[in-house]
């Protein structure tokens, strides 16, 4: 039965006994039975058309939304890093005798080789401070080197600044220092917002920098303890740095040392007696002795950093000391894993 307007009534009988468009859909099948619809199958188209007639209109489907809630929390965090400050040698001078065009050239290409530089070591540049530059190794990403990085960076720097083709030569201040700081603390810069590092570390790293001969690259003992004997240093004692509440001790970087390699680097002041692995080095000792009668040996000693593999084998090598023997050893450079062969090119 196909619907008809509401205000034509559907049976006959309807207005007769009082029946409505608001009762209609009240009507149930022994209603329609009353009023005298005595077919089944005329109650039943009745009732179906009634229902499509009274329907209530689909309710639209309900759109949730998510109100993303104010960030109320600090995102600020300790972290060990360590820093370098970079700051271009007379500056000043250069300001007063050059066209301040040129001198814009001659600071972008300096900050330009600092980023450049520092970038393929793992620093971050944080800000650019006049012609200073402050950078971090050791945040936002973290490695088991930073202050090993940082320092490679400070002389890789001196190199390539010396070599930049200005209007005029340059020269830099390097300073470095290690410690503890909240990193990822917001402050104004101007009328924006930047993150920035507090603690002592950042302001002892430009203290350093002030006091280094140009084209030189001084750190704080805090970063010396953690170098073993990767460089040549020359100890520059204790000294008063302004803002620096006690007298630190400073040491001038004179260059990479000739290490054979990174483990015995570490450990400059040698090295305690092997405790434990047994089996391990049980192992390695009967395939030495097959491969004297003969027999070619290969062993892959393989595991996470710092569990003591390199102590191992240091250990085996000590117990031929005294067996005829040829030895080769190249040690991989974690600075330098976009180099292919670098250990076998580095030793030739």
Not at 4 to 18: E, Q
Not at 53 to 59: H, K, N, S, V, Y
Not at 101 to 108: A, C, M, N, P, T
Request: charged fraction near 25%.
């Amino acid at each position: 039965m196909a619907p008809r307007d509401r205000s034509r009534p559907i049976c006959r009988d309807f207005p007769r006994h009082d029946i409505d468009g608001e009762l209609l859909g009240r009507l149930t099948n022994d209603d329609l039975k009353d009023i005298g619809v005595a077919s089944l199958g005329h109650r039943k188209k009745l009732l179906k058309a009634i229902a499509a007639l009274t329907a209530a209109p689909e309710a639209p489907s309900a759109i949730l939304v998510t109100v993303p809630e104010p960030k109320t929390h600090d995102t600020a965090e300790r972290r060990h890093v360590t820093v370098m400050f970079a700051d271009l040698v007379g500056s000043t001078t250069l300001s007063v005798r050059m066209d301040p065009e040129d001198l814009r050239e001659v600071i972008s290409a300096y900050q330009k080789c600092v980023a450049e530089t520092v970038r393929h070591l793992g620093g971050f540049v944080a800000r650019y401070v006049g012609d200073g530059v402050l950078v971090y190794f050791g945040y936002p990403r973290a490695h088991e080197d930073d202050a090993e990085r940082a320092v490679r960076a400070g002389l890789a720097l001196i190199r390539a600044v010396a070599g930049l083709k200005t209007c005029a030569s340059q020269q830099v201040r390097v300073g470095i220092a290690t410690g503890l700081v909240v990193v990822g603390h917001r402050i104004l810069s101007g009328e924006s917002e930047e993150l920035g590092m507090v603690g002592e570390t950042p302001n002892l790293a430009a203290r350093l920098q002030s006091i280094a001969e140009p084209n030189r690259v001084v750190i704080a003992e805090s970063t010396r303890r953690l170098l073993g004997s990767f460089f040549q240093l020359d100890d520059l004692g204790m000294r008063n740095l302004k803002g620096i509440a006690q007298p630190v001790r400073a040491w001038a970087v004179l260059q990479a040392s000739p290490v054979a390699s990174r483990f015995e680097a570490l450990h400059p002041s040698g090295l305690t007696a092997l405790v434990g692995r047994e089996e391990e080095f049980e192992l390695l000792r009967r395939c030495w002795l097959k491969a004297t009668a003969g027999e070619g040996q290969v062993v892959l000693l393989s595991g996470e950093a710092g569990i003591g593999k390199s102590r191992l084998t240091t250990a085996f090598v000590e117990l031929l000391a005294d067996e005829r023997h040829i030895r080769l050893r190249y040690s991989c450079s974690p600075q330098h894993t976009d180099s292919a062969l670098y250990p076998i090119i580095g030793q030739m």
